[in-house]
């Protein structure tokens, strides 16, 4: 994996390069992932979510994150932006909802590009239609290509390429992936080195419990204050002989 943080609008991205991740991930909502730093091979975070709700611990600040998925106001310390969630909606891209979804298709064709671009809405609540992803498929080979998915005010949320398809346990996957989240300010590449399909995942893999001693944090909340140091007992005074 290679996370960047921050965004080219502010002309200020930080990448973090060779970061050697486990992730793990069961239908419908359940993922884990689990980042190793460079060479050392420490644990840089480990994040679990069950679709609805998310944790993150980061050993070197300490720091135990919890939270809801969504991010009503994105974090100024763009790590807190991370959930788990936005990889499993990149990885496992939703099937086409008959009873919600309205499909409108486009040839999107020049002189660099050919991409069947379906254009995925659905009405909401107002009775207005609102854009809620587009998925690209290459023209020629039907492949898809890429996933846009948009707010209700048609901002784009995650933007996810996909590229280097290959077999795995015989059913197709990409090997690298380009994940990039604007609005959250970072952005994450995937290489698959491994890959294992429906081996099953038990559910203590989905467990994640505050490690002691580290500091809990709600997102959207100022994390905890640490104790405050015990106060140093004053030395007995010595006895004046007489």
């Known amino acids: 994996m290679v996370p960047a943080l921050g965004s080219t609008e502010k002309s200020k991205i930080t990448e973090y390069k060779d970061v050697r991740a486990f992730i793990l991930f069961r239908k419908p909502g359940d993922i884990r992932l689990i980042g190793l730093y460079p060479v050392v091979r420490n644990k840089a975070f480990d994040m679990v979510s069950d679709g609805t709700n998310f944790k993150l611990y980061v050993p070197v600040r300490n720091r135990f994150l919890v939270g809801r998925n969504e ?26 909802d008959a009873d919600r979804d309205k499909l409108l298709l486009e040839n999107f064709t020049d002189e660099d590009n050919a991409f069947y671009v379906l254009h995925v809405v659905h009405v909401n609540g107002g009775g207005q239609l609102q854009l809620d992803r587009t998925i690209w498929f290459n023209r020629y080979s039907l492949i898809m290509a890429r ?30 992936i380009e994940i990039n989240r604007p609005r959250d300010e970072y952005a994450v590449v995937v290489d698959i ?4 399909i429906n081996k099953g995942v038990s559910d203590d893999k989905f467990v994640l419990d505050q490690p002691e001693g580290s500091t809990l944090q709600v997102v959207g909340q100022a994390p905890a204050p640490a104790p405050a140091p015990a106060p140093a007992r004053p030395a007995p005074r010595r006895k004046k002989k007489s």
Do not use: C
Not at 85 to 91: D, G, M, R, Y
């Open 71 to 96: 991010i009503d106001q994105p974090s100024q310390n763009k790590l807190e932006n991370l959930r788990p969630q936005h990889f499993l909606e990149a990885l496992l891209v939703r099937p086409i």
């Open 193 to 196: 080195v491994k890959m294992d």
């Open 147 to 176: 996933q846009l998915t948009f707010d209700e005010t048609g901002n784009i949320l995650t933007d996810a390429r996909y590229t280097e398809w290959r077999a795995y346990d015989n059913v197709a996957f990409p090997k690298h």
